[in-house]
């Protein structure tokens, strides 16, 4: 039976998971030096097209077909748009929204995950490269991964929890990270180099509006215009907040100065962890959950320097880390006064630890999952297209060397001729 | 010490100005390669210019532009007379890629050169 108000609801909270990939784009683009500006922005930009297309094509289809079979995969009963349409769709949903709303949202998640790696991959990721591996990322690691959790296959029957994406969107994202630049290699003249950021308005300005867009992601996760999607709300911004002030304490006490760029990073870090406890736990728990992601991930991201991997914007740091984080703490502070389907609740509310030995599972299972499939990925297609720019096209920079354009032309020195 | 004029009256050394033109993405090597030999400091700034790299072809909405102003980087220190062929060696060195728009490198003379802080001339100002 369609609701109106939860429609409405979930029709803005698409928009609003939308707008994150812009947001990613920019929080990402402050942080890479000016040659490289259009080709992150580029590369986040694409996902919007691409995604969509093979979502509704096959990809929505192996995620939530076969819904809450306990599997590993679903089927191809929803493949080309077939069955999807204004109605609630097959009752095993249990939707209160036009199916093919739902099919909307949850495109916007498979827009923004794969998204997430162009941050570890910065500046030397090949754009042709790039498209095919996300196209097949897509349907063989974010499909099953999705299915796993959110289509009702086998890390929910086993009785993990993940709200809105922790396990498959940030775990995933970011162990596939970890394995794409293991393939990619170092950025020629890192780490001696500095490759500052060439904008940190722009990474704080994309932060706004990842933390905006947020809301659509974990209160719309609710599915409905409810209590559920309020307590979610407060949840976020709290871990956000928190994340934010935990990672500046760490700077302030390791380096003396709070930075822009680290209370940047300390927000997305508490809004990674939250993702999969949003709508599971309550009162002050979020704010706890956001504080150790930021102090935790701030510690993590200089792991690279000392295991040397160009983790090039700490996709690895902050995303994998802090999913992690989310995912066992959810072990520790599920409420089942907050959402009814918390079974087993947190060890820290009496319910054992049977939860957090499912959340480890869940964490540990798409880790190796989403890093074995996507290392593989990457090789075959180093071995045939080949992943990386030249040495040549990588000191021009990503803009003009895959994309033929200028991020910025300031000045009036720089004349150009019409060709034709 | 106490009175700059006087470190500064009439003394006259035999100077350099080493100027370099080169590739942006190699600031970092010649930077590297300069302070390797011990020298003190360097100067740099963004400028455009031509040579016989041509230039480049951007595309916008499918109308093809050559933009023939290219960035490059220009490096200029000022050296000892001795030290200015070793100094552009140095640069030609770390500057080369053995493609086309590698650069430049000149010497020139240099008349005087004061050090403001200490008002100090010639190659005590270096």
């Keep these: ?420 | 010490m106490g009175d700059p004029s006087a470190a500064m009256k009439g003394y006259r050394a035999d100077m350099k100005l080493v100027t370099a033109i080169i590739k942006p993405h190699k600031v970092d090597d010649v930077k590297e390669a300069l302070k390797a030999a011990g020298l003190k400091g360097m100067t740099v700034d963004e400028v455009k210019g031509f040579g016989r790299q041509g230039g480049k072809t951007e595309i916008y909405r499918g109308a093809e532009y050559v933009v023939d102003l290219l960035p490059k980087v220009r490096v200029e220190t000022v050296v000892p007379d001795e030290l200015a062929e070793q100094v552009a060696e140095i640069i030609v060195m770390a500057a080369r890629t053995g493609k086309i728009g590698d650069g430049k490198v000149w010497i020139t003379n240099v008349e005087k050169l004061i050090r403001i802080r200490t008002g100090e001339a010639g190659e005590e100002a270096v």
């Design chain 1, 1 to 420: 039976m369609i609701d109106t108000g939860d429609t409405a609801w979930m029709l803005i909270a698409t928009g609003l998971v939308l707008f994150m990939t812009p947001g990613l784009a920019f929080f990402y683009g402050g942080m890479v030096r000016a040659k490289n500006m259009l080709g992150m922005l580029m590369q986040n930009f694409f996902a919007m097209g691409l995604m969509a297309i093979l979502w509704v094509a096959i990809a929505f289809s192996l995620a939530f077909g076969n819904f809450g079979d306990g599997g590993f995969i679903g089927n191809l009963d929803f493949a080309w748009m077939h069955n999807i349409a204004g109605d609630a769709g097959p009752a095993a949903f249990g939707l209160t929204i036009p199916f093919v709303l739902f099919c909307a949202y949850q495109m916007t998640f498979a827009v923004i995950t794969p998204a997430l790696i162009t941050g570890a991959t910065a500046d030397r990721f090949k754009f042709k490269a790039y498209a095919v591996f996300i196209a097949v990322w897509l349907i063989v690691v974010y499909a099953p991964v999705a299915h796993w959790v959110f289509g009702g296959g086998w890390l929910t029957k086993l009785g993990a929890l993940d709200f809105a994406g922790g396990a498959v969107v940030h775990i995933n994202a970011g162990a596939a990270a970890l394995a794409v630049i293991l393939v990619l290699g170092k950025r020629h003249g890192w780490p001696r180099e500095g490759m500052h950021p060439h904008s940190l308005p722009f990474t704080l300005l994309g932060t706004g509006i990842l933390w905006f867009g947020w809301f659509g992601f974990n209160a719309g996760s609710a599915l409905g215009s409810n209590g559920l999607a309020a307590q979610a709300l407060m949840n976020t911004f709290l871990a956000a907040s928190a994340g934010m002030i935990g990672w500046l304490i760490v700077e302030q006490v390791k380096e003396g100065k709070p930075t822009t760029l680290g209370a940047a990073s300390g927000a997305v870090a508490g809004l990674v962890a939250i993702t999969p406890c949003a709508g599971f736990v309550g009162g002050m728990a979020p704010i706890v959950i956001g504080l150790a992601a930021g102090v935790l991930c701030v510690l993590a991201i200089r792991l690279k320097f000392r295991f040397g991997y160009d983790d090039s914007l700490d996709v690895v740091g902050v995303h994998l880390v802090g999913g992690i984080i989310g995912g066992l703490l959810l072990g520790f502070f599920a409420d089942a006064k907050v959402n009814k389907a918390v079974t087993h609740e947190g060890v820290f509310l009496g319910g054992g630890f049977s939860l957090l030995w499912y959340q480890f599972v869940a964490c540990a299972v798409t880790f190796a999952f989403s890093f074995t499939v996507s290392f593989v990925l990457a090789k075959v297609i180093d071995r045939t297209i080949g992943m990386r720019v030249s040495e040549e096209d990588e000191a021009e920079g990503l803009d003009f060397s895959q994309h033929a354009e200028t991020a910025y032309s300031f000045g009036s020195t720089g004349s150009m001729d019409r060709l034709h």
